[in-house]
């Protein structure tokens, strides 16, 4: 089965770059889209990246998403952080062989 | 504006069952598929279910298959999620979510709680 790997935490301080990556466990991270979801705490996730690379309106040009073929990977930047970026960031992904929706486990951003 | 608006949580007995509401409006329900998306205290986000804007097709995790029935009625813009021989494992917020052509998950309900305890 098809599954997405995040580290578990991450931190920086205000106004820096930090980018979160997503490996895929098997096949081309390629063959399907991949999004990013924010979740701050007590609410519902809300999408912040979707189809690789998509910003949906109302999110900042800060976030932006990428693919990188040679590690099979997916990776979210977020740039001049704010301290309203902490929040838990999930990658997602869909598995084509078994239809299935495959989320990553998701990495904690503290911003401090 | 999408709205989707879940109802039916709520403490449950092990082995009992549960019947789960998500209610859409702000958007062509009949166009678009629907899912369930879980997520258990402190834990991750784990897709439970998924049906087809005409119902035609229906795919559930292996945690739930054969346990789980997902469901909809475009007529009254309501997603189902019937819940059997529910465990302690079971016990999450579930999330209604709108299904997008490229395979996201576009807009999020704020969520059911849902508790599996003696």
């Known amino acids: 089965n098809f599954m997405l790997t995040q580290s578990q935490s991450v931190s920086e301080s205000p106004g820096k770059t930090v980018t979160i990556s997503c490996t895929g466990s098997?096949?081309?991270?390629?063959?399907?889209?991949v999004q990013w979801y924010q979740q701050r705490p007590g609410s519902a996730p809300t999408t912040v990246i979707f189809?690789?690379?998509?910003?949906p309106s109302g999110v900042p040009d800060r976030f932006s998403g990428s693919i990188d073929n040679s590690s099979n990977s997916a990776s979210l930047t977020i740039s001049g952080l704010k301290t309203e970026d902490e929040a838990d960031y999930y990658c997602?992904?869909?598995?084509?062989?078994?239809?299935?929706?495959?989320f990553g486990g998701g990495t904690k951003l503290t911003v401090l | 504006q999408v709205q989707l608006v879940e109802s039916g949580g709520g403490v449950v007995q092990p082995g009992r069952s549960l019947r789960l509401s998500c209610a859409a409006s702000g958007f062509t329900f009949s166009s678009y598929g629907m899912h369930w998306v879980r997520q258990a205290p402190g834990r991750g986000l784990e897709w439970v279910a998924f049906?087809?804007?005409?119902?035609?097709?229906?795919y559930y995790a292996d945690s739930v298959k054969g346990r789980f029935t997902i469901s909809r009625d475009n007529s009254k813009n309501t997603i189902w999620l019937q819940m059997n021989s529910l465990r302690a494992e079971d016990t999450a917020v579930y999330y209604c979510?709108?299904?997008?052509?490229?395979?996201?998950?576009?807009?999020w309900g704020q969520g059911t709680l849902v508790t599996v305890s003696s």
């Open positions: 997602q992904s869909y598995d084509s062989s078994n239809p299935h929706w495959v």
């Open positions: 049906i087809s804007y005409d119902g035609s097709k229906k």
């Open positions: 979510a709108k299904g997008s052509t490229g395979g996201n998950f576009d807009y």
């Open positions: 098997s096949g081309s991270i390629a063959s399907n889209y």
């Open positions: 189809e690789d690379n998509q910003r």
